[in-house]
């Protein structure tokens, strides 16, 4: 061990500390081209887009020259252009030609299927600029693909004679050299070129910025929507995926966080009223003790019945903060025998209440729940009404609960209200209401639980038909 400082080890030779350093580029290089990726899962829209845009103008200059080529070589488009430089070329000839050569050029030009002839120069009055024989789309390219190469015709790029299309060339002061039965379908390099590449970019920019809004907005945005509609206050998985874009990961993030803020709160809110409720039990049980050894009977009696009244609003209170429909897995069960049970065990303790529907009915819910917010349908009932009926029945995918009861009703204006917490109304069910009004707001919440709707109808001639509807699927 000797050549070492403060216990550690010499130093390794220089051969393999020169090799550590030579490969240290190396390593970088590698690691930079393993990390580098198309910025789309991770990036900003913008940045996305820029991305499509720099795509696009690839595919559209290797895609339009290929269909520029793949229009030439198989169609065999006449080019106008290049049909005004051979006349300009044979112009030229029969400009320094005596009359017998310029017949002879003439004559030759003909042979390779040309149609020229020498015409007085009188005859450019006749041209014109328009065909009434001129296709459509030849006219459109045309006006938005004129020339702008090669030798322009005696008349310009667009002229007619006779409806009939020419291309015309000054021989002298007296003389046109004409070339008639040009043919109609005819394409500029211009034209053929632009059009190629606007045909190519159009059809590549509406693919790709269709597949980037589904892949990249509409599909993420549909994403959030539909755990937006599934997500509860319970404390519990982040609801909202966070993969996407930048700003699509920005907006799922926030909505965590809200609901993260959101089940603390109410976290925070029910351990508080859950221990104000439990700490009253103890004195209240006292103090029932106390008031059953009172001598006097009438007012032993008048102090229970207001300690069994505030008995019961505890029990409603806590009642209301378990969320034990919120923890409980749906299961499938029979939901008329289930319905069939809560009529039974009422007509036990001496109610009219009764059960109307199928003798069997396989779904998938979460029964402790159902059961609790049949139940406090039936005891709001009973409380109210001489008679309750339970109906059950399916219509479109759907599991309907009805509870009627032959009661005086709640008014149209009071049914929103009465599903929100803690609030009563004194005459809306024509009697005197003893609790903190939460029946209907833990049935509210666990048909929401269920996904399904929770609604109050008006049953004539007189009384109130609480609905249930549970969609039958999945839960």
Known sequence: MSGSRDGHYPAPPRLCHNNVIRRHPVRRTLGGLL??????????????ITVIIVVCMIIV?????TLERWVRDDYNVPDLEVLSE?????????????????QEIIEIAGRGGWRLSLQPLSVADRFTTSSTDQPFIQAATDWFFPPDDGSTPYGGWRTFLDDKRVISVKVDDATLLLLEQVPTSLLSSDALSFGSNYLVAMVTLILLFFIFAVWAITRPLRRIAVAAMKADISLGPAPFEERGSVEIVALARALNAMQRRIS???EGRTRMLRGISHDLRTPLTRL????ERLQDEETRDALLGDILRIDHLLKESLGYLRDNHQREPSQRADLASLLQTISDEFADMGHDVTYDGPPRL???????????AVTNLCENGIKFATRVEIGLKTIDAEAIIEVADDGPGITEQYRERVMEPFFKIDAARGGSDTGFGLGLSIVTEIVEAHHGRFELLDRMPHGLIATIRLPLGRQ
Request: net charge positive.
């Open 35 to 48: 990390r580098f990726r198309l910025p789309l899962s991770g990036s900003t829209i913008y940045g996305q």
């Open 61 to 65: 200059i290797i895609g339009g020259s």
């Open 362 to 372: 396989i779904a998938e819910f979460r029964p402790l729940a159902i059961t609790r």
């Open 288 to 291: 029932r003790l106390r008031t």
């Open 86 to 102: 051979k006349m300009a070329a044979i112009g030229s000839l029969v400009a320094v030609a005596t009359p017998a050569e310029r």
């Open 264 to 266: 603390i709160m109410i």
